[in-house]
Nanobody, 124 residues
Framework: QVHLVESGGGYVQAGGSLKLSCSAS????????TGWFRQAPGKERECVGA????????IYGRAAQRPFTISRDDAKKTVDLQMNGLKPEDTATYYC?????????????????WGQGTQVTVSS
């Protein structure tokens, strides 16, 4: 099992940037996929993006049109989500999660362990 802790959330004005980090502890972090999800009040959880265990990353859904990137550092056991050009509709709680597979997925049900989340608020 992997224990995950998100950090880097906060309050930012529209057009600003935030870098979220997901730190893992526990079993080996290498070669397992990690995803970033978000959930706004009253809305379903959606996948922002995910990165394979081999480092190939994909940004999904509405976030795919945005300047968001995902990267991982297996030595540090971290996966970062860099979000630029933030908009008020990006306001949500952001979660990272791991899937015990080399390959990532955009489906929340494919992920086994989750962090507690970090709040991102973007003002207009």
């Amino acid at each position: 099992q992997v224990h995950l802790v998100e950090s880097g959330g906060g309050y930012v004005q529209a057009g600003g940037s935030l870098k979220l980090s997901c730190s893992a502890s526990g079993r080996t972090f290498q070669e397992i996929a990690t995803g970033w999800f978000r959930q706004a009040p009253g809305k379903e959880r959606e996948c922002v993006g995910a990165i394979n265990g081999d480092g190939i990353a994909t940004i999904y859904g509405r976030a795919a049109q945005r300047p968001f990137t995902i990267s991982r550092d297996d030595a540090k056991k971290t996966v970062d989500l860099q979000m630029n050009g933030l908009k008020p509709e990006d306001t949500a709680t952001y979660y990272c999660a791991v899937r015990y597979s080399l390959y990532a997925s955009s489906r929340a049900e494919d992920y086994a362990d989750w962090g507690q989340g970090t709040q991102v608020t973007v003002s207009s």
